[in-house]
């Protein structure tokens, strides 16, 4: 079996598909994300970021096309991530890393240093999804800024 190609808009042949495409349930959560006014952010199941929308892009002053994919726990050292009291956070303590390695629902308040050099008090939830049949997708994380944090 070969893998199927497929054609560009302009008809030449693009990179053939391959098996480690994204499941279709991250695509279609990666589509629903760009269609959402709150900042989302996904990750793979082996914690790598894979998709933030543009909405997370303003809170975090960074494109995601200029970031790309990235390991959930270089987050803390880029962002410079702390808890709502200034403490520095483990990588494994971070909302999308809890919802990753513990597979359940995690909620922090937390205070970023952005790529724009601000720095925002920000809430994030984290939650693990789940594909048919028990297949472990990823995570996702909702945050947003929190005057309250």
């Known amino acids: 079996?070969?893998?199927?190609?497929?054609?560009?808009?302009?008809?030449?042949?693009?990179?053939?598909?391959?098996?480690?495409?994204?499941?279709?349930?991250?695509?279609?959560?990666?589509?629903?994300?760009?269609?959402?006014?709150?900042?989302?952010?996904i990750t793979s199941p082996d914690g790598i970021l894979i998709f933030y929308n543009e909405p997370a892009e303003r809170i975090i002053g960074l494109r995601y096309g200029e970031a790309g994919p990235l390991p959930v726990g270089e987050l803390v050292s880029?962002?410079?991530?702390?808890?709502?009291?200034?403490?520095?956070?483990?990588?494994?303590?971070?909302?999308?890393?809890?919802?990753?390695?513990?597979?359940k629902p995690c909620h922090s308040r937390l205070k970023i240093h952005s790529g724009d050099g601000k720095h925002r008090l920000i809430a994030?939830?984290?939650?693990?999804?789940?594909?048919?049949g028990g297949r472990f997708l990823g995570a996702v994380a909702m945050f947003w800024e929190d005057s309250q944090a």
């Open 1 to 41: 079996m070969t893998a199927a190609r497929t054609t560009s808009m302009t008809g030449e042949p693009s990179t053939p598909r391959t098996p480690t495409q994204n499941p279709l349930e991250i695509i279609l959560l990666r589509q629903w994300a760009s269609y959402m006014a709150i900042p989302i952010w």
């Open 124 to 132: 994030v939830t984290a939650f693990p999804i789940e594909g048919q």
């Open 78 to 103: 880029k962002f410079e991530v702390t808890d709502e009291y200034g403490v520095k956070i483990a990588p494994r303590d971070l909302p999308l890393a809890v919802a990753i390695e513990q597979r």
